[in-house]
T-cell receptor, first 112, second 119 residues
């Protein structure tokens, strides 16, 4: 079973609309990271959340961490074509490896 | 550009051949990671180095895979006797961690990846 579940798997939104992507962990979170990936390219770091209730924003993207629910959400306000790509959450899960475990990603398409 | 660089970007090979990928991390970074990513999946951890020491290896890293970081700078990932199931994007990432006591992984800086196709 997947340790990090992302929902939805894919999303098509009209330009200008808001959207939310969720990431839920089956294990205790020691740190939650959001990355963006364009097809065939590497991952670009967006934000890191460490404490329950923490919220960070960068431009029109806001991420929140709910430690009790072992969940994080990524919210994009007034989406633009430049937001298109795959959003991946990664986490420190203390699952035996000193590295990040990733979800499968959420593919976002923004239609004009 | 002082980011993480990977070479080659694309490699097509026949089953049974050996392939080697190279990763040059950001120069002051002491940690280097290798991940594998297949279509529609998130990156899966393979191995990581702290300086030249290989500290962890995933169970995904079969005995056909070997990784080195001889001088604590660049790293190579070699796959021997490639199989079609090895077809994937191989991603390298680096980070700076000043102490092993730092529990969080911290921000990983990824390269563009090396895409392997095994025919």
């Amino acid at each position: 079973s997947q340790e990090l579940e992302q929902s939805p798997q894919s999303l098509i939104v009209q330009e200008g609309k808001n959207l939310t992507i969720n990431c839920t962990s089956s294990k205790t979170l020691y740190g939650l990271y959001w990355y963006k990936q364009k097809y065939g390219e590497g991952l670009i770091f967006l934000m890191m959340l460490q404490k329950g209730g923490e919220e960070k924003s960068h431009e029109k993207i806001t991420a929140k961490l709910d430690e009790k629910k072992q969940q994080s959400s990524l919210h994009i306000t007034a989406s633009q074509p430049s937001h298109a790509g795959t959003y991946l959450c990664g986490a420190d899960l203390n699952s035996g490896y000193s590295t990040l475990t990733f979800g499968k990603g959420t593919m976002l398409l923004v239609s004009p | 550009d002082t980011g993480v660089s990977q070479d080659p970007r694309h490699k097509i090979t026949k089953r049974g051949q050996n392939v080697t990928f190279r990763c040059d991390p950001i120069s002051e970074h002491n940690r280097l990671y290798w991940y594998r990513q297949t279509l529609g999946q998130g990156p899966e951890f393979l191995t990581y180095f702290q300086n030249e020491a290989q500290l962890e290896k995933s169970r995904l890293l079969s005995d056909r895979f070997s990784a080195e970081r001889p001088k604590g700078s660049f790293s190579t990932l070699e796959i021997q006797r490639t199989e079609q199931g090895d077809s994937a994007m191989y991603l390298c990432a680096s980070s700076l961690r000043l102490s092993l006591a730092e529990l969080n992984t911290g921000e990983l800086f990824f390269g563009e990846g090396s895409r392997l196709t095994v025919l």
